[in-house]
């Protein structure tokens, strides 16, 4: 069974930093590119970054470039999302999802909140 | 950056109904498209990729259509389990982008 599971979310004070994590199983991990999402309460969906397969290629939505990174260990078939300076702004559920050009299956998502 | 627009923010039907929902891209995306359905507390399920593909497992009474800007997803006859929030999302090109959603209720 394909299978995404997103770890590594919490309560970070603004300006904090913190590193999500996807686990994934169920198919051959270094073929996929892979993705974020997420959703901010009550809102709907945005785009975060995507990298490629090799981790060769990497994709970031402008108010997350230079503050968000994403990676990948296909040793470990483990996809990262490493979020820096984070804003109340950046408090959401984040998905991680199989990518080609659509997003095929998801995580159950991982909750990050900002607050002081 | 291509803009998404959906339409109707919402939408009322009751057991049975046809139910369209449209989504508008603000350039041409080809037929990059895809509709994902998504429940409360769950996540997003992907229905429909390349305007008009069906993902495997997904009901028929699912159709999506169109090309360009303009597309369109149709269940042909609403049932329980289809009360949830739709969203287009077009992969034409980064950032990829998606509408703003359409709720459908129950009438």
């Known amino acids: 069974e394909v299978q995404l599971v997103e770890s590594g979310g919490g309560l970070v004070q603004p300006g904090g930093s913190l590193r999500l994590s996807c686990a994934a199983s169920g198919f051959t991990f270094s073929n996929y590119a892979m993705s974020w999402v997420r959703q901010t309460p009550g809102m709907g969906l945005e785009w975060v970054s995507t990298?490629?397969?090799?981790?060769?290629?990497?994709y970031y939505a402008d108010s997350m470039k230079g503050r968000f990174t994403i990676s990948r260990d296909n040793s470990k078939n483990t996809l990262y999302l490493q979020m820096n300076s984070l804003r109340a702004e950046d408090t959401a559920v984040y998905y991680c999802a199989k990518y080609q050009r659509f997003m095929d299956v998801w995580g159950k998502g991982t909750t990050v909140t900002v607050s002081s | 950056d291509i803009q998404m627009t959906q339409s109707p923010s919402s939408v009322s039907a009751s057991v049975g109904d046809r139910v369209t929902i449209t989504c508008r891209a603000s350039?041409?995306?080809?037929?990059?498209l895809a509709w994902y359905q998504q429940k409360p507390g769950k996540a997003p399920k992907l229905l429909v990729y390349a305007a008009s593909s069906l993902q495997s497992g997904v009901p028929s009474r699912f159709s999506g259509s169109g090309s360009g800007t303009d597309f369109t997803l149709t269940i042909s006859s609403l049932q329980p389990e289809d009360f949830a929030t739709y969203y287009c999302q077009q992969a034409n090109s980064f950032p990829l982008t998606f509408g703003g959603g359409t709720k459908v209720e129950i009438k």
């Open positions: 350039q041409g995306v080809s037929n990059y």
């Open positions: 990298i490629s397969g090799s981790g060769g290629s990497t």
